[in-house]
């Protein structure tokens, strides 16, 4: 079945099925967990048959957050009838927007999908257009190598985003993301480009010149990796657990922190030129006089794949 009007009747049915309940027992809004007792290994059944059923891309479905059937829903109809035109395109506008009055594009965290910002739409203005950032080797970019540097990723974003800065617009980025907003906002100021109107980051703080290896993610073993990601927070039980999931996922992870740890801030650079505001949170320095630039390390952040809350890992 790959029908994009997918019936929740239809998903209702595919989980009973797997707990061997009957169907009026799976509520749109009973908790996964813990009302329906859904431990990993039964997600990943769930998540297998969700894909083989309706299409959507190999393990999605298990690392997607859903919580309930109307989140599971929600989010297999989004796979299936969000992207449609725009399958080998980075951005991806759950609302596209005619003739926008602003657009605001959205990136997201090391380890993550354009799925951290799914929901925010319904937020914001009728005639404000999302614009949300897919890096490669994930979603509908998984067959893309991954990018591992920073400055080529940037070039990556800047070349897909180019036609649609043609109007207002603000960039906002969490960890990873927070990096890559900044950075594509210093190319697009050294280039004599538009400036965005706003630029939000949270997440984020300028790396250690003193880190050692021991202290790198992307240089962990696994089982190390596996346990820092557990011990910062964010990332799904799922993932962490599975190895048959987390063999598909660890090298995203590993490309991301990388990207993360061997990126070096530039030397005095000059601020950014803001005449609107720019706001900043857990390790970025941000202000009217010297504009928005990297501060002093924060604690490492967790990839935070259900929002964008900063929380900090001491």
């Known amino acids: 079945m ?26 749109d809004e009973a908790h996964f967990t813990d009302e329906l007792d859904i431990d990993s290994l039964l997600m990943l059944e769930i998540s297998t048959r969700v894909e083989t059923a309706f299409g959507v891309p190999e393990n999605t479905v298990v690392v997607s957050g859903a919580r309930t059937l109307a989140e599971l829903h929600a989010f297999v109809v989004s ?19 005619i003739d926008p009055a602003v657009r605001l594009f959205l990136f997201h965290h090391a380890g993550g999908s354009h799925l951290l910002y799914r929901g925010w739409v319904e937020h914001f203005p009728k005639d404000w257009e999302l614009c ?13 190598p991954l990018i591992d540097d920073c400055d080529r990723l940037v070039d990556y974003v800047h070349t897909a985003i180019a036609p649609r800065l043609d ?31 706003w630029l939000g980051v949270s997440a984020f703080g300028a790396p250690q010149a003193e880190a050692n290896a021991a202290g790198r993610p992307h240089r962990m073993s696994d089982e190390e990796l596996r346990g820092w990601l557990r011990s910062v927070g964010g990332s799904q039980p799922q993932l962490l657990d599975n190895d048959d ?59 935070d794949s259900r929002g964008t809350r900063a929380t900090t890992s001491t």
């Open 2 to 27: 790959t029908n994009a009007t997918v019936n929740i009747e239809d998903l209702r049915a595919l989980i009973a099925g797997v707990l061997e309940v009957e169907p009026e027992e799976v509520t």
């Open 79 to 97: 796979k299936l009838i969000g992207e449609i035109g725009e399958t080998s395109s980075p951005v991806i506008r759950p609302r596209p927007v």
């Open 132 to 144: 949300l950032l897919e890096v490669p080797g994930r979603g509908h970019l998984q067959a893309l």
């Open 167 to 197: 109007r207002p617009f603000g960039f906002f980025g969490h960890s990873l993301g927070a990096l890559v907003a900044y950075q594509l906002t210093r190319r697009l100021h050294d280039e004599g480009d538009p400036l965005p109107t």
């Open 245 to 303: 999931v987390w063999h598909q996922f660890a090298p995203v992870f590993r490309s991301d922190f990388k990207l993360l740890d061997t990126w070096a801030p530039p030397r005095d650079p000059e601020p950014l030129p803001f005449r609107s505001p720019h706001s900043g949170a857990a390790g970025t320095s941000c202000s009217a006089r010297t504009g928005c630039s990297p501060g002093k390390r924060s604690p490492r952040t967790s990839a």
